[in-house]
C-alpha cells in the first residue's frame, strides 16, 4: 500500500521560504516519478514541479522557475520542494503526487499521477 504523508506547509510572508517533504512508504519509490501540485480555493489542482525516478529531469510551472526546486532523496523515500521568494499568489494546498512510471520527462498533468498525499497548506501573506 502506498501512502504519501507532507509537511512544512505554514504562514510566512512575502519573500520568505519553506520546504515542503513528502515522505513516501510503500515498493518502488525509487523507480517512478514524483511531482507536486496545489490548489487554491475555487480553482483546479495544477500542476508545480516534477522529477524524473533517477532525478536528471525536472519540470515547473512558469511562474515557480528560479523560485521553486524539487529534489529526492531515493535512499530516504522523500521528494522536497523548496520555495523561496514566495508570493500571495502561491497561496494553496500543496499536493505530493507519485507518477505511473518512471521516466525521462515527468508528466506535467494529474492524470500522469496515481496515488496524492492528504496536502499541506502554504499561506503567504503579503
Known amino acids: 500500500q502506498v501512502q504519501l504523508v507532507e509537511s512544512g506547509g505554514g504562514l510566512v510572508q512575502a519573500g520568505d521560504s519553506l520546504r515542503l517533504s513528502c515522505a513516501h512508504s510503500?515498493?518502488?519509490?525509487?523507480?517512478?516519478?514524483m511531482a507536486w501540485f496545489r490548489q487554491a480555493p475555487g480553482k483546479e489542482r495544477e500542476f508545480v514541479a516534477a522529477?524524473?525516478?533517477?532525478?536528471?529531469?525536472?519540470n515547473y510551472k512558469d511562474s515557480v522557475k528560479g523560485r521553486f526546486t524539487i529534489s529526492r532523496d531515493n535512499a530516504k523515500n522523500t521528494v522536497d520542494l523548496q520555495m523561496n521568494s514566495l508570493k500571495p499568489e502561491d497561496t494553496a494546498v500543496y499536493y505530493c503526487?507519485?507518477?505511473?512510471?518512471?521516466?525521462?520527462?515527468?508528466?506535467?498533468?494529474?492524470?500522469?499521477?496515481?496515488?496524492w498525499g492528504q496536502g499541506t497548506q502554504v499561506t503567504v501573506s503579503s
Open positions: 510503500g515498493r518502488a519509490f525509487s523507480s517512478i516519478d
Open positions: 522529477i524524473n525516478w533517477a532525478a536528471t529531469m525536472t
Open positions: 503526487a507519485r507518477g505511473r512510471y518512471g521516466t525521462n520527462r515527468p508528466a506535467e498533468v494529474r492524470s500522469g499521477y496515481d496515488y
